[in-house]
C-alpha cells in the first residue's frame, strides 16, 4: 500500500477525471437544449430521457474510472474485477452526504427537469431550466466522485489491515468548523468517523502507528 501523509493529493486523480467528463456532459446538455427550439410533450420527454440516459452512462463511466485508477495508485495493484464488484454495491447505498442512491436521484432530476420544462413557454426559459439542470447534475458528479475517492481510500485500508488513521483536513480557509476541530486527531481505524461530513468536504483519514 502506498505511504499516504498530510501532503498527499489523493484527489488528483479524481479531479482529472471529472474535468474531463464536466466537458462531456456540458456539450450534452447544450445538445439538449439545441433540440427543443420548441416545444413539445412528447419530443421533450424523449429528448431528456435520451440526454439522461447518456449523462448518467458518462458518469457511471467516470466514477469507474476513478475508483479502479485510485485503488490501482493507492493499493499499488491492479484489480479490476474486485472494483467493478465493489461498486455495485456502492451505487447501491445511500450517499453518505446526500442520502440518495445514485440511480434514484439520477431518475429525480430527469424527471424534476421535464416538470420544470413542462411549466415554462419560451426558448430562454427553457435554457434556464436546462442550466439549472446542468448545475444540479455537476453538483451531484463531483459529490459522488469525491465519495468514490474516500469509500476507496477505506477498502484499502481495510484490506491492508490498517489500525489506526487521523483525520486531516485541507488547511485551507474553506475548512468548515466541525472538521477543523477534528484535525490531527487519531482514532482506531474501526472507530473513525468517515469523510466526507458535507459537500465538498476534502477531509482524509492517512494511516497512523499509534505511540
Same mark, same amino acid.
Given at each position: ?14 479531479? %482529472?477525471?471529472?474535468?474531463? &467528463?464536466? $466537458? ?7 445538445? !439538449? ?11 421533450? /420527454? ?5 440526454? &439522461? ?34 461498486? /455495485? ?13 445514485? &440511480?434514484?436521484?439520477?431518475?429525480? %432530476? ?6 420544470? !420544462? ?8 427553457? %435554457? ?7 448545475? &444540479?447534475?455537476? %453538483? ?38 466541525? =472538521? ?20 465538498? =468536504?476534502?477531509? $482524509?483519514?492517512?494511516?497512523? /502507528?499509534?505511540?
Amino acid at each position: 500500500m502506498r505511504t499516504i501523509t498530510r501532503k498527499t493529493d489523493v484527489f488528483a486523480i479524481r479531479d %482529472k477525471i471529472v474535468r474531463i &467528463y464536466l $466537458r462531456k456532459i456540458l456539450r450534452r446538455f447544450k445538445r !439538449l437544449n439545441n433540440s427543443l427550439m420548441a416545444f413539445d410533450e412528447v419530443n421533450a /420527454l424523449s429528448a431528456v430521457n435520451a440526454c &439522461y440516459e447518456e449523462v448518467i452512462s458518462m458518469t457511471v463511466e467516470a466514477l469507474k474510472l476513478t475508483a479502479k485508477r485510485t485503488y490501482k495508485w493507492l493499493n499499488e495493484d491492479d484489480d479490476d474485477f474486485f472494483v467493478d464488484l465493489w461498486l /455495485l454495491g456502492f451505487f447501491d447505498v445511500p450517499d453518505p452526504v446526500t442520502h440518495y442512491k445514485f &440511480y434514484d436521484e439520477a431518475d429525480r %432530476k430527469r424527471s424534476r427537469l421535464f416538470e420544470a !420544462l413542462e411549466s415554462v413557454s419560451t426558448r430562454a426559459e427553457r %435554457k434556464k431550466q436546462i442550466d439549472i439542470a446542468l448545475r &444540479y447534475w455537476t %453538483k451531484q458528479f463531483e459529490q459522488t466522485a469525491d465519495d468514490v475517492v474516500e469509500a476507496v481510500i477505506h477498502e484499502v485500508y481495510q484490506r491492508n489491515g490498517v489500525e489506526y488513521v487521523m483525520w486531516v483536513t485541507a488547511h485551507d480557509a474553506r475548512v468548515c468548523i466541525d =472538521c477543523a476541530v477534528k484535525d490531527g486527531k487519531i482514532y482506531p481505524f474501526d472507530k473513525a468517523p468517515l469523510p466526507p461530513m458535507h459537500y465538498n =468536504c476534502r477531509c $482524509r483519514l492517512i494511516p497512523v /502507528l499509534k505511540k
